[in-house]
């Protein structure tokens, strides 16, 4: 079964950090791009950042230099380290799948459950 | 970009159909002719799932009773008969370009 399952959410205080993770199964990792959305309490859903299967990243402006993406296609996994924590931040964290074609697009076909980062 | 859809909410009857619309600030049309513009379900307590990729292309195992369609900046997703299981909050989500943007949302429950 193709999967992604998040992990890292946690309680944190204003101006910390905290680092999520996004492990892959199911399918060959290394093949898609990785994306993760979020969905603050009341709000409706908001891209965040995305890293190609080479490694490049691209981000929402509401995080950039604050957030950084990185994958390790060795162990199927992508990391999003974020900095300068603030309440803003505060959501559900969704990772999700995009797959890697030159020629075609195929939508984010495959979501994890999500991981709760509450900044308070 | 700039994503609008019409509707805060929609109030739908079961077996009846429903459409929610959606429009982009600029054409979402790329030069390899596709229209980069996905549409998403997020039901309660679940995560968000994808129903349209390119505007018109039904994800895998997306009944046939959910179709996309529009060009350029106008969009439309439609249900042709709306079931219980379809109630939830549903966007359109421009991939033309970083950082994809979606819109606000419709909510979709049964009147």
């Known amino acids: 079964e193709e999967q992604l399952v998040e992990s890292g959410g946690d309680l944190v205080q204003p101006g910390g950090s905290l680092r999520l993770s996004c492990a892959a199964s199911g399918f060959t990792f290394s093949n898609y791009w990785m994306h993760w959305v979020r969905r603050a309490p009341g709000k409706g859903l908001v891209w965040v950042a995305r890293?190609?299967?080479?490694?490049?990243?691209n981000y929402a402006d509401s995080v950039k230099g604050r957030f950084t993406l990185s994958r390790d296609n060795a162990k199927n996994t992508v990391h999003l380290q974020m900095h300068s924590l603030t309440v803003e931040d505060t959501a559900v964290y969704y990772c999700?799948?995009?797959?890697?074609?030159?020629?075609?697009?195929?939508?984010?076909?495959?979501w994890g459950p999500g991981t709760t980062v509450t900044v308070s | 970009i700039v994503m609008t859809q019409s509707a805060f909410s929609v109030p739908v009857t079961l077996g009846e159909p429903a459409s929610i619309s959606c429009r982009s600030s600029q054409s979402l049309l790329y030069s390899n002719g596709y229209t980069y513009v996905d549409w998403y379900l997020q039901k309660p307590g679940q995560p968000p799932q994808l129903l349209i990729y390119?505007?018109?292309n039904r994800a895998s195992g997306v009944p046939d009773r959910f179709s996309g369609s529009g060009s350029g900046t106008d969009f439309t997703l439609k249900i042709s008969r709306v079931e219980a299981e379809d109630v939830g909050v549903y966007y359109c989500?421009?991939?033309?370009?970083?950082?994809?943007?979606f819109g606000p949302g419709t909510k979709v429950d049964i009147k």
């Open positions: 390119l505007g018109s």
């Open positions: 890293i190609n299967s080479d490694g490049s990243t």
């Open positions: 999700a799948r995009d797959e890697d074609d030159q020629e075609y697009y195929y939508g984010m076909d495959v």
């Open positions: 989500m421009e991939a033309l370009q970083t950082p994809f943007i």
